[in-house]
């Protein structure tokens, strides 16, 4: 069992930056591929940021690249999401989620991850 937990929501200025954690405990974090999904209030949940086992891929979603950076520090069982020039519309509850499975994966969809935060508020007003 991996239970994550996400942190550093709030209520920010269009422009402005935030830093979003996730910190997981249980059974071997070092091995899990991390994402971040978001949603907004009547949507579908979609796709963020991700980053593989190791580090060494990342996969963004095209609104947020450029200003959005995934990164895992796996000695603090922790995930990381930077967000800068943030924009009203990245207005969501974001969430983390881990995928314990192995072999290919451009881990972009939700049924790709077992495990899943409860989530935490974002919101850029303008």
């Known amino acids: 069992q991996v239970q994550l937990v996400e942190s550093g929501g709030g209520l920010v200025q269009a422009g402005g930056s935030l830093t979003l954690s996730c910190a997981a405990s249980?059974?071997?974090?070092?091995?899990?591929?991390m994402g971040w999904f978001r949603q907004a209030p009547g949507k579908e949940r979609e796709f963020v940021a991700a980053?593989?086992?190791?580090?060494?891929?990342?996969y963004y979603a095209d609104s947020v690249k450029g200003r959005f950076t995934i990164s895992r520090d796996n000695a603090k069982n922790t995930v990381y999401l930077q967000m800068n020039s943030l924009k009203p519309e990245d207005t969501a509850v974001y969430y983390c989620?881990?995928?314990?499975?192995?072999?290919?994966?451009?881990?972009?969809?939700?049924?790709?991850?077992?495990?899943w935060g409860r989530g935490t508020q974002v919101t850029v007003s303008s």
């Open positions: 989620a881990a995928r314990a499975r192995t072999g290919s994966s451009h881990l972009q969809a939700v049924y790709e991850y077992d495990y």
């Open positions: 249980g059974r071997t974090f070092s091995s899990y591929s």
């Open positions: 980053i593989s086992w190791s580090g060494g891929r990342t």
